[in-house]
């Protein structure tokens, strides 16, 4: 689709590789047969009637005959734009337009002539900047077409853009062609193009240029083959629409005008309509039937309808014209004006113009037509737009108008890049993304297979109308009759006294609670009363013809006892005066306006006059009572009337008396059937609530199933009770009895296997849904052979089936087909009643619960667990958290303090020097002077005696060298204190160990010197040469802590209990050994000597050991001394977190090893071993999990 600005020029692009113009077309052997290709596409026009499957095949064998990147359908639409139908794109390498509009200026009304008239191929070559044109002849004498020679000619650089931004270098395009039988007249059309595009030059031969105009032509058969196809949908879908309208019109017993305007909005796509019809006379009022949206009151005015409108009757009714000559289009011209019809008076429009037949007018858009102004005010309020209305007439006869509406749409449409619409395009489009225009508000076009439609129901419209107001017309006179009949009626209802007679007649009606012989007696009774030849009571049916059940008569006239009464001889208006209580008197049958059946009845049996009198028990009349004259016409005289009702209410009393007999003894049959059934129901849920007890006493499963099966088979009596259960992974082809309860003398199915693969595939479903399978008898139940056969390996004659399901409502999960609850009878056949079903359905969903809470206590159980561990943990974290907190305090405690006692010692230590100086030159001085001066002043020597200068003289030099001793201890202590704390290395850093284990030991040296009642401990230091090891010293030193003051504890213990004891005391010893060991991947092997630990340089791991001579312990306290909170300490000396907090601190912080290897009486040794790099460590653990050694 190329935008063009010379005529000549603009043609939808195809293309072909050429070198030259002048020469001919490269010549190539198509890859694919002709005849082949032929064939599959006239049998795919063949196989299918539907155009896009065509088209669709269509492209996709073009492509792969043409070996081409894109071939594509484009229609035509009437506006001269077009739309891709059909298209087929090798591997994505074009994108696609399928679905896509392209405006018409892409494609100019002189190239559309072209394709119509001479059927112009073309062929482009975008690299060559060529453009190849060929006319074919459209009549050839073979079967094949002629192809003429190519015209080329140098392409338009319009035309090159266009076909460069689609991403197009070579093109061929063929057009559509078909011939339209359905215009008039008959003509040739250009349906559209078949378009094929490449990505690179690529050239066409004439061979293939035929064999894709014999596709063409194809097509085009194909797409005439569907336009008629679509024709004859059309044509049924307006048959069955006039087919329904008639039936409701003509076919049943009521005319249904408000159905037949339904289907007739609906059959033409309105969203509203009208039926108006015409009064009949000049004092009627019109009457308007209304269906969906509907216009407001011209006037305001709910009585007076749009139809009586002075403009719309003229425009409706004078001929003026169709509306959609001016503005059907939506261009809102309006030529045709209508605005005489303004001036004409109502008056003058009651006798219309017959002579303009049943032509619908329409108009698409109502307000753009200037002379309609004045009723666009009774639409604004609605979303109608178009109209369409049918003036009615029948025998040329005005009988008012059929009014569809339509509403205002919002139509979308996909165009290929985005364009201006109002303006011509002069420049191709650099771009054909998709663009969306929405436009709103649109008006939808009446078509003629709408006005076509609307002609035909309108006739039949029409002469239902007609018909219509006939009925309207009768009815009245029927009213009309009624109504005098009543009057009539009313007038002979008069009171008669007959006190004695009614009084014997009313004994007699107790006496007895038959109702034939109280019957009976109220006839003979009358007849004798009154004196007249017939007397007879006629009782209603139902759903038969009501008859004569006493009679009481002369002996000479004839019987009608039993007779039924002809159809229609008490029509429905009569039965509806006898139900309320209206009584018939007819002195002369032979002036009685009666019709001639019931005329006809009445001389058959030589009644002459009659009186009817309905019986009625309670709101429903149940019959009448009659009394007849054969001999001839008699006057009923009121008191006769009078007593004739009052024994039809005798009447009635003794049929209400009877029947409430009889229902007593119906009541009481059912009561006691219903008592014995309650007896079995009662047991059923005492039963049931036993499994209900049993559930919530007990959720194991198998206890509940057993007991389940035992009460079932005994409360229903059964042979057998099985519990099944689905293979979870069978897809319910397999399944084992799990639970049974089976008469002794039965094979037993308990553990047994079933496998029934047809069960999974045809039932499964249907169990899942509920479905109960109650069958009497296994043998005469159509069930299969191989289902026959299972059953019968377990006896069994007749068996009731149940699901069992797990979960659904209220547990959070589907519902799911878990087993069968199985019921059977293997002795004999057996009818299975709804009780039964009914019990057994609850117990399986009993069943089902009692599942799903074993599911949930294995849940919870687990929970339980998984919550215990969690609390474990958290306790642990939380103890840890204290400790660590307590380690922190503790080490800023010693780090303040060591700072604060720090910094005074420096300064006597750094003055020590200096007064050691000052004192020994003082010293000095004063020796010179008792050298110099022997005798001095007598108090001098006085002082000197009573300070004794000798004795200081020797001692201050070594006091001061104490001093500096002291300091420099001091010191020493700070230095130990701070390296222990470690506030500086928080974060993990390369750290010395042995400085951290002899800043430990610097801190215990209190408790390892000897005292007045213990000798002291001995440490014994074996370091090795280790590097710099990356951990977290404070952490690390805790673990020195803790490991050496345990050793403490446990040396003084064992120093008392052999004092006591008075056995041999050895010195106490702690030993320490540092050293380096390979990485042992696994970390498997733990239990090493000594003399494993090597100063080795590939070595990773750092090791120290510090083992005891104390009493060592026992393998069960070994084993616990790892775990939170054991100690074997007296309380308050201990918690029993230090060693459990070091663990973690060496194996999880460091990913290191913490063992302890002990015996009793041989010592105690602690194995630390750390790695000296941390993401060595990291790594291995991210392949393992962390260890407990314990």
């Not at 453009?131 to 192809?147: C, E, K, L, Q």
């Not at 008006?443 to 039949?460: C, F, K, M, P, V």
């Not at 006179?477 to 009539?488: A, C, D, G, I, K």
């Not at 060591?898 to 010293?923: K, R």
């Amino acid at each position: 689709m190329l935008v063009q600005r010379k005529p000549s020029s603009n043609i939808y692009g195809g293309c072909i590789t050429r070198k030259n113009p002048r020469e001919s077309t490269t010549v190539r052997q198509p890859e694919l047969n002709q005849e082949d290709l032929l064939r599959r596409i006239t049998n795919r026009i063949r196989q299918s009637l539907e155009l896009e499957e065509i088209l669709t095949t269509t492209v996709s064998e073009i492509r792969a005959f043409l070996r081409t990147d894109r071939v594509m359908v484009y229609r035509f639409h009437k506006s001269g734009s077009g739309e891709v139908m059909a298209e087929s794109i090798q591997d994505n390498r074009l994108p696609s337009l399928k679905g896509l509009n392209f405006p018409a200026d892409d494609i100019p009304e002189t190239a559309r002539q072209l394709y119509l008239t001479v059927r112009l191929r073309s062929i482009v070559d975008v690299a060559a900047g060529m453009i190849g044109f060929s006319p074919m002849d459209a009549v050839a004498s073979s079967d094949r077409p002629v192809v003429e020679e190519f015209y080329y000619r140098p392409v338009d650089p319009c035309h090159a853009a266009y076909l460069t931004a689609m991403g197009v270098a070579s093109s061929l395009v063929l057009p559509i062609v078909h011939y339209d039988i359905q215009a008039t007249p008959s003509q040739e059309r250009l349906w559209g193009l078949i378009v094929s595009h490449h990505s690179q030059a690529h050239s066409i031969s004439r061979q293939e240029l035929q064999i894709v105009q014999l596709v063409v032509d194809q097509v085009s058969m194909a797409i005439a083959q569907s336009n008629l196809l679509s024709q004859a949908r059309q044509q049924h879908f307006i048959e069955a629409t006039i087919n329904r309208v008639s039936t409701l019109l003509h076919s049943l017993p009521t005319i249904e005008l408000q159905t037949a305007l339904e289907e007739t909005v609906t059959a033409l796509q309105g969203c509203g309509g009208r039926l108006y019809i015409a009064p009949y006379k000049t004092a009627d009022s019109a009457e308007v039937f209304v269906y969906g949206t509907q216009p407001s009151s011209w006037d305001g005015q709910i009585q007076n309808p749009i139809e009586q409108h002075p403009v719309f009757s003229a425009w409706a009714l004078s001929g003026i014209g169709n509306w959609e000559s001016g503005i059907g289009n939506g261009n809102g011209n309006g030529k045709e004006s209508i605005s005489r019809a303004k001036h004409v008076s109502t008056d003058s429009l009651a006798i219309p113009n017959l002579q303009q037949g049943c032509e619908p007018l329409t108009t698409t858009n109502l307000y753009q037509s200037p002379d309609l102004q004045i009723l666009t005010s009774a639409f604004n309020s609605t979303a109608i737009r178009g109209i369409l209305v049918l003036p009615l007439y029948y025998r040329c006869g005005f009988l008012g108008y059929l009014s569809v509406f339509r509403p205002q749409v919002d139509t979308e449409t996909l165009w290929a890049g985005q364009f201006d619409p109002s303006a011509k395009q002069q420049l191709p489009r650099r771009s054909f993304e998709v663009w969306r225009e929405l436009k709103r508000g649109e008006s939808q076009e009446w078509t003629a297979n709408d006005r076509e439609l609307a002609i035909a129901l309108g006739r039949h419209l029409a002469m239902a109308i007609e018909q219509y107001k006939l009925y309207s017309l009768v009815q009245s006179l029927n009213t009309n009759l009624e109504r005098q009949v009543e009057e009539r009626t009313a007038k002979l209802q008069q009171s008669l006294e007959q006190g004695r007679a009614l009084e014997r007649i009313t004994k007699q009606i107790r006496s007895t609670l038959d109702l034939k012989t109280t019957l009976q007696t109220i006839v003979r009774e009358v007849r004798h009363l009154l004196n007249t030849d017939r007397v007879v009571i006629y009782q209603f049916a139902s759903s038969t013809p009501g008859q004569v059940i006493v009679e009481s008569l002369n002996g000479n006239c004839l019987s009608i006892l039993g007779v039924s009464d002809p159809q229609g001889y008490f029509p429905d208006p009569q039965r509806q005066l006898y139900e309320g209580g209206s009584v018939q008197v007819i002195n002369d049958v032979s002036q009685f306006n009666l019709t001639l059946e019931h005329r006809q009845f009445l001389a058959a049996f030589q009644i002459q006059a009659s009186l009817i009198v309905p019986i009625g028990v309670g709101a429903q009349l149940w019959g009448l009572l009659i009394a007849q004259e054969c001999q001839a016409p008699r006057r009923w005289q009121a008191s006769e009337i009078e007593l004739l009702q009052q024994l039809a209410d005798q009447a009635a009393v003794a049929i209400q008396q009877a029947e409430l007999y009889e229902q007593s003894c119906t009541a009481a049959a059912t009561a006691t059937a219903q008592a014995q059934k309650l007896a079995t129901v009662a047991q059923q849920q005492q039963a049931l609530f036993g499994v209900i007890t049993k559930i919530r006493q007990s959720l194991d499963v198998e206890t509940i199933f057993k007991a389940t099966t035992t009460e079932v088979r005994r409360l229903l009596d059964a042979d057998r009770v099985a519990i099944f259960r689905f293979n979870p992974d069978s897809g319910y082809d397999e399944g084992t009895f799990i639970s049974e309860d089976v008469q002794p003398n039965l094979p037993p199915a308990l553990d047994s296997k079933i496998y029934d693969h047809c069960f999974g595939n045809q039932f499964a479903a249907q169990y899942h849904q509920g479905r109960i399978q109650a069958v009497a008898d296994i043998y005469n139940a159509n069930l299969s052979e191989c289902h026959i056969q299972i059953l019968a390996k377990f006896q069994v004659r007749a068996n009731l089936v149940v699901p069992l399901l797990k979960g659904g409502e209220g547990t959070g999960t589907p519902p799911r087909l878990w087993g069968l609850l199985c019921i059977h009878q293997c002795r004999t056949s057996r009818q299975w009643n709804a009780s039964e079903i009914d019990f057994v359905t609850q117990i399986a969903a009993h069943l089902g619960v009692a599942l799903q809470q074993a599911k949930l206590l294995t849940k919870t159980t687990q929970q339980t667990e998984q919550l215990a561990i969690a609390f474990d943990n958290l306790k642990q974290t939380q103890t840890q958290l204290i400790q660590t907190e307590k380690m922190s305090s503790l080490g800023q405690l010693v780090a303040g303090v060591a700072h604060e006692i720090n910094n005074p010692v420096n300064f006597i230590y750094g003055n020590l020097a200096y007064t050691s100086q000052y004192a020994q030159d003082l010293l000095t001085l004063l020796h010179l002077y008792q050298k110099h001066y022997p005798n001095p002043n007598p108090e001098i020597a006085q002082l000197a005696q009573s300070i004794d200068l000798d004795f200081l003289d020797e001692d201050l030099p070594k006091i001061l060298a104490s001093m500096k001793i002291g300091t420099e201890r001091i010191r020493k202590l700070v230095l130990s204190l701070r390296n222990f704390s470690r506030l500086d290395q928080a974060e993990m850093k390369p750290v010395d160990i042995h400085e951290g284990l002899d800043s430990t030991l610097l801190i215990l040296q209190h408790r390892l010197k000897n005292k007045p009642n213990y000798p002291g401990i001995k440490i014994v230091k074996a370091y090795g040469e280790l590097p710099l090891v990356e951990c977290y010293a404070s952490q690390l030193n805790q673990v020195f802590m803790n490991v050496l003051s345990n050793a403490i504890d446990a040396l003084e213990e064992y120093h008392t209990i052999r004092l006591l004891q008075g056995t041999q005391i050895e010195e106490s010893q702690i030993t320490i050994r540092t050293g380096m060991k390979p990485f042992v991947g696994d970390r498997e092997n733990y239990s090493m000597p000594l003399n494993t630990i090597q100063n080795n340089a590939s070595a990773e791991d750092v090791v120290i050991q510090i083992s005891d001579n104390g009493p060592g312990m026992s393998q069960m306290t070994k084993s616990q001394i790892f775990d939170p909170f054991f100690t074997t300490k007296p309380i308050g000396k201990g918690t029993g977190l230090g060693l459990s907090i070091s663990y973690q601190i060496v194996v999880e912080k460091h990913g290191g090893v913490f063992q302890c290897f002990s015996k009793p009486g041989e010592g105690t040794e602690f194995w630390i071993e750390i790695p000296t790099r941390q993401q060595a460590c990291r790594a291995t653990e991210a392949n393992s999990t962390n260890q407990v050694f314990s």
